[in-house]
């Protein structure tokens, strides 16, 4: 029974102590040696301690034994028990670990050094390698900790960290779907029959010399914050059911402490933004309901006796402000509902075909003035949502439109960049531009550029509503002059990709 313990066949083992300690784990063989050698002198052995099978797996063993003793006092042989405990043990190391977990990350959060605590808890207890990925603001994911064994001289793991939620990586499909993975047996020919995506992952992995991972996420309430893998080298242990179990409850926890974390920070930021949006807005949203009130008093009272040319002016105002006042409060419902936490649901969007019937009707709204449309790379859907693309579209062209000279003509660049999975779309003017010290500054809430606006009306907050919707959607905005006079306003999106069963 013993031999099948230690996963040998009936017969192989020698019978001989040196060769009962070579089955040993090597970090616990010195202390199994001296407890077999104290027995002899005590007449009893109590022992727990780790065994290593021929197919490389770990177990947990419990012996208990009594040395028999000959007429002569002679020590003649040891009778006991021994009984796999494994199940038992890795049970209470999981209890463990959740327990200091809580400890962890108590309040007051420090995220960074939170998520380095949680790796060197779990490095080399539970695993021989470690690495947290958080999302950031854009829904991209950032590498925050990694850690290997103590005393090792490797690096970060390469390619565990994918570049945005929407990206067909097998972490981030993790974080969307909020189902772990565990490849409890990684090899080098492991990737040939998994499909690419994770063909990647696993490849980078062997190469890494690591034997079994677990990806799991981190989440709260429906929320995706990021997720943590785990490895082993093969150094005696494999990861099954038991360690995903263990991993998905940590990242649970995990995912709810850096939620509350979140939560606060944006507690704050609102209470401090409150008195500055309420005052900009109501006098933002005054001047055009004045000019709107005014002019149809006007042409109530004296009507009959302004001329027609008078009158068309009048209405040409009352329309232009109206237009103003319907932009302003879409962008501040679409301000409100992303603050609420509302995210978009994804689609497939093809960006030039929007991109082009939004144009279409800009130039039957504005016949003096002229548009163009350039696609770059085979057209592919980004994972969008067609109404918050238009309106970042309609508020980058109603800028454009604003600062640019009546004669030139403002342009929409798409470009599919199959490489870094992404859809870029530019939207250039030759107005103007922007100094180089205040590009990162226009999309901040209510900025508004004293060099650039030249008195133009707006509210400050149509580049922040369109920085916002990108972000929502796992994209990213910029800003940069352009050659030749004017601004480049840019952002991207993911190429869509279905979730892999």
Same mark, same amino acid.
């Given at each position: 029974?013993?031999?099948?313990?230690?996963?040998?066949?009936?017969?192989?083992?020698?019978?001989?102590?040196?060769?009962?300690?070579?089955?040993?784990?090597?970090?616990?063989? $010195?202390?199994?040696?001296?407890?077999?050698?104290?027995?002899? %002198?005590?007449?009893?052995? %109590?022992?727990?301690?780790?065994?290593?099978?021929?197919?490389?797996?770990?177990?947990? !063993?419990?012996?208990?034994?009594?040395?028999?003793?000959?007429?002569?006092?002679?020590?003649?042989?040891?009778?006991?028990?021994?009984?796999?405990?494994?199940?038992?043990?890795?049970?209470?190391?999981?209890?463990?670990?959740?327990?200091?977990?809580?400890?962890?990350?108590?309040?007051?959060?420090?995220?960074?050094?939170?998520? &380095?605590?949680?790796?060197?808890?779990?490095? #080399?207890?539970?695993?021989?390698?470690?690495?947290?990925?958080?999302?950031?603001?854009?829904?991209?994911?950032? #590498?925050?900790?990694?850690?290997?064994?103590?005393?090792?001289?490797?690096?970060?793991?390469?390619?565990?960290? #994918?570049?945005?939620?929407?990206?067909?990586?097998?972490?981030?499909?993790?974080?969307?779907?909020?189902?772990?993975?565990?490849?409890? %047996?990684?090899?080098?020919?492991?990737?040939?029959? &998994?499909?690419?995506?994770?063909?990647?992952?696993?490849?980078?992995?062997?190469?890494?010399?690591?034997?079994?991972?677990?990806?799991?996420?981190?989440?709260?309430?429906?929320?995706?914050?990021?997720?943590?893998?785990?490895?082993? =080298?093969? *150094?005696?242990? *494999?990861?099954?059911?038991?360690?995903?179990?263990?991993?998905?409850?940590?990242?649970?926890?995990?995912?709810?402490?850096?939620? =509350?974390?979140?939560?606060?920070? @944006?507690?704050?930021? &609102?209470?401090?933004?409150?008195?500055?949006?309420?005052?900009?807005?109501?006098?933002?949203?005054?001047? #055009?309901?004045?000019?709107?009130?005014?002019?149809?008093?006007?042409?109530?009272?004296?009507?009959?006796?302004?001329?027609?040319?008078?009158?068309?002016?009048?209405?040409? %105002?009352?329309?232009?402000?109206?237009?103003?006042?319907?932009?302003?409060?879409?962008? !501040?419902?679409?301000?409100?509902?992303?603050?609420?936490?509302?995210?978009?649901?994804?689609?497939?969007?093809?960006?030039?075909?929007?991109?082009?019937?939004?144009?279409?009707?800009?130039?039957?709204?504005?016949?003096?003035?002229?548009? @163009?449309?350039?696609?770059?790379? $085979?057209?592919?859907?980004?994972?969008?949502?067609?109404?918050?693309?238009?309106?970042?579209?309609? =508020?980058?062209? =109603?800028?454009?439109?604003?600062?640019?000279?009546?004669?030139?003509?403002?342009?929409?660049?798409?470009?599919?960049?199959?490489?870094?999975?992404?859809?870029?779309?530019?939207?250039?003017?030759?107005?103007?531009?922007?100094?180089? $010290?205040?590009?990162?500054?226009?999309?901040?809430?209510?900025?508004?550029?004293?060099?650039?606006?030249?008195?133009?009306?707006?509210?400050?907050?149509?580049?922040?509503?369109?920085?916002?919707?990108?972000?929502?959607?796992?994209?990213?905005?910029?800003?940069?002059?352009?050659?030749?006079?004017?601004?480049?306003?840019?952002?991207?999106?993911?190429?869509?990709?279905?979730?892999?069963?």
């Amino acid at each position: 029974m013993l031999e099948v313990m230690h996963g040998l066949r009936p017969g192989e083992f020698p019978g001989t102590f040196d060769a009962f300690l070579e089955r040993v784990h090597p970090d616990d063989r $010195e202390a199994v040696r001296r407890a077999f050698l104290n027995a002899v %002198d005590e007449g009893s052995l %109590d022992l727990e301690y780790r065994i290593v099978c021929p197919d490389g797996t770990m177990r947990w !063993l419990e012996c208990h034994g009594r040395v028999v003793r000959g007429r002569e006092g002679l020590e003649r042989r040891m009778i006991g028990v021994c009984a796999d405990i494994t199940e038992r043990k890795e049970e209470e190391e999981s209890l463990a670990i959740l327990a200091e977990i809580a400890v962890i990350f108590a309040p007051p959060l420090d995220v960074k050094a939170c998520l &380095a605590s949680l790796a060197k808890l779990l490095v #080399p207890r539970l695993a021989d390698y470690c690495e947290v990925c958080v999302l950031d603001d854009d829904n991209r994911f950032v #590498p925050v900790v990694w850690r290997g064994r103590p005393g090792s001289k490797g690096r970060p793991v390469e390619g565990l960290c #994918p570049p945005h939620l929407r990206s067909s990586h097998p972490v981030a499909r993790v974080v969307r779907t909020a189902r772990p993975l565990l490849y409890a %047996d990684i090899d080098h020919g492991a990737s040939d029959d &998994a499909p690419r995506s994770q063909s990647r992952l696993l490849r980078a992995l062997a190469r890494a010399g690591y034997r079994s991972a677990i990806v799991a996420p981190l989440v709260a309430g429906g929320r995706a914050m990021g997720a943590i893998t785990v490895a082993t =080298n093969g *150094s005696g242990r *494999s990861y099954g059911p038991r360690q995903l179990a263990l991993l998905q409850e940590l990242g649970r926890r995990v995912g709810l402490a850096l939620d =509350n974390a979140r939560l606060y920070s @944006e507690l704050q930021r &609102a209470i401090e933004a409150k008195d500055e949006f309420l005052g900009l807005i109501s006098h933002e949203l005054r001047t #055009p309901i004045t000019a709107i009130y005014g002019g149809a008093r006007m042409l109530r009272s004296r009507g009959e006796r302004l001329g027609a040319e008078n009158r068309d002016r009048i209405l040409a %105002d009352i329309e232009q402000e109206s237009e103003r006042l319907f932009r302003m409060v879409e962008n !501040l419902l679409a301000l409100a509902r992303l603050e609420l936490g509302q995210t978009p649901e994804m689609e497939p969007v093809m960006v030039d075909r929007v991109a082009a019937r939004l144009l279409s009707a800009y130039s039957e709204r504005f016949p003096g003035r002229g548009f @163009e449309l350039r696609v770059e790379g $085979e057209s592919r859907p980004a994972a969008a949502q067609t109404v918050y693309l238009e309106q970042v579209l309609r =508020n980058l062209l =109603n800028n454009a439109l604003r600062y640019s000279p009546p004669d030139s003509p403002v342009e929409i660049l798409v470009k599919y960049r199959e490489e870094e999975e992404e859809v870029e779309v530019h939207v250039l003017d030759r107005g103007p531009g922007v100094p180089e $010290e205040e590009l990162e500054r226009i999309f901040e809430r209510f900025y508004r550029s004293e060099t650039s606006s030249g008195g133009k009306a707006g509210g400050g907050i149509g580049l922040t509503v369109c920085k916002r919707l990108v972000e929502a959607q796992s994209g990213r905005i910029w800003a940069q002059p352009r050659e030749g006079g004017g601004l480049d306003v840019a952002f991207t999106f993911p190429i869509w990709h279905e979730d892999e069963e």
